[in-house]
């Protein structure tokens, strides 16, 4: 078989290109620390790089939903423990005012005081979190609670201009959570130390014995219950965080061992090409150097 010069020039040609395309290829790698760039330079791992991706994004935005609403829960809780400040304060009060021995002056004194604590209950009724009531149910942007006068002037179950719906967050793949608690509650608070201020001012001490202090360690129960549940929803997402944090590790390392390049191996494979390529040009400047010339002399 009689092989011409044009049939080795064209291989010679085709090899060069070949390992030049290679020592391309290893000189992106190294620049870009990747193992592809395009789709068609491996399917099967950009396929598997875009769905870490996503996961990894979804794992970011569940993050970002619990950092919310351990927030939100923070809020509550602090809210919810001036809360109880103030109902143990007003208890206090009307166990004075419950045993009948306060003069005139230091009944209004003490009716005052707990005038003054109704207003703080409106104040922590109506906390806010990044602009947002947090005690106003799905109406974030409305006041629970306008103020005692408005309050006093309603009657009993009119006060609240919240509702009882829920602010839900997603936290996994697989659950989402309640962030909010509704501010109801708060009106029989309101409700219950107006009357115990009335009382006070009428010299009704028998009213508060019987009622009023009965009704405060009531309202003192809620407000217990109300944290508990809150602590357990923080609690919750403290934990599925703590989850994800670990999950986003493993899903970067996955991402990493899939896409990353080993430099130490792709440093060594281009030395190979190079040292490939420049044999290939030293063989191929040998073999078509001879011209017809040379085989005349």
Known sequence: MRISNEYMANNLIKNLNENREKLNEYNEQLSTGKQFDLPSDDPTGVAT???????IEQNKQNIRNIDEGIGWSESTDSALGQMTEVVQRARELASRGANGSLNEADRQAVADE????????VEIANTTYNDRYIFSGQKTQIKPYKGI???????SGDGYNGDNGDINRKIS???????????????????????????????????????????????????????S???????RMQLTKNKLEEDKIKFQKLLSQNEDVDIAKTIMDLK?????????????GRIIQPSLVDFIK
Do not use: C, W
């Open 49 to 55: 790089s875009m769905n870490l991706d996503s996961k």
């Open 114 to 121: 707990i005038h003054q604590l109704r207003e703080n209950v």
């Open 149 to 155: 006068n408005d309050f006093s002037a309603h009657p």
């Open 173 to 227: 793949s697989q659950s989402s959570l309640k962030i909010n608690q509704s501010g109801e509650n708060f009106e029989d608070i309101l409700d219950h130390l107006n009357s115990l201020e009335n009382d006070l001012r009428n010299d009704d001490a028998k009213s508060i014995s019987n009622n009023r202090i009965d009704e405060l360690d009531e309202d003192l129960d809620t407000i217990l219950q109300m944290r």
């Open 229 to 235: 549940e809150n602590g357990a929803r923080q609690k």
């Open 272 to 284: 190979m090409s190079e040292n490939v390529y420049r044999a290939a040009l030293s063989s191929g």
